[in-house]
C-alpha cells in the first residue's frame, strides 16, 4: 500500500484546511486509517483515526470537535478537515493505514503498518 498525502499549508489562527491522503497498490477498505503529526524533536502524535468500516472514528483530546475524518472508500481516499486551527496545530502530518489494529493501540505510531510521506501545516498567531 503506497499513501499519498496532500492539503499542507500556511493558514491564519483560526482557519481551516483539508489533508487528503490517497492509497495505492494492494487497497481495500480492510485498512483503518489514520493521521498523525510530528515537531522537531517530538514523538509523532496521533490526531485521528477510522475504522476500516468507516462508521467509527477516534480523535485526540487536542482536536476533538475541531478536526474532523472520514474516508471514501470508492476513491481510495481519507480526508481530514481541519477547523478552528491553532498554532500548535503546526506539524508535519503524515497519513497511516493499518490492517488488524485494535482500537487501544491506535494512538501508537509503531502499530501502523504503512505511511504516507507527510504534508507540512503551519499555523500563524
Known amino acids: 500500500v503506497q499513501l499519498q498525502a496532500s492539503g499542507g499549508g500556511l493558514v491564519q489562527a483560526g482557519g481551516s484546511l483539508t489533508l487528503s491522503c490517497v492509497a495505492s497498490?494492494?487497497?481495500?477498505?480492510?485498512?483503518?486509517m489514520g493521521w498523525f503529526r510530528q515537531v522537531p524533536g517530538k514523538e509523532r502524535e496521533f490526531v485521528a483515526a477510522i475504522r476500516r468500516s468507516g462508521g467509527t472514528t477516534y480523535y485526540a483530546d487536542s482536536v476533538k470537535g475541531r478536526f474532523a475524518i472520514s474516508r471514501d472508500s470508492g476513491k481510495n481516499t481519507v480526508t481530514l478537515q481541519m477547523n478552528s486551527l491553532k498554532p500548535e496545530d503546526t506539524a508535519v502530518y503524515y497519513c497511516a493505514a493499518g490492517r488488524g489494529l485494535i482500537v487501544s493501540s491506535y494512538r501508537r505510531a509503531g502499530s501502523w503498518n504503512y505511511w504516507g510521506q507527510g504534508t507540512l501545516v503551519t499555523v500563524s498567531s
Open positions: 497498490g494492494r487497497t481495500d477498505s480492510a485498512y483503518d
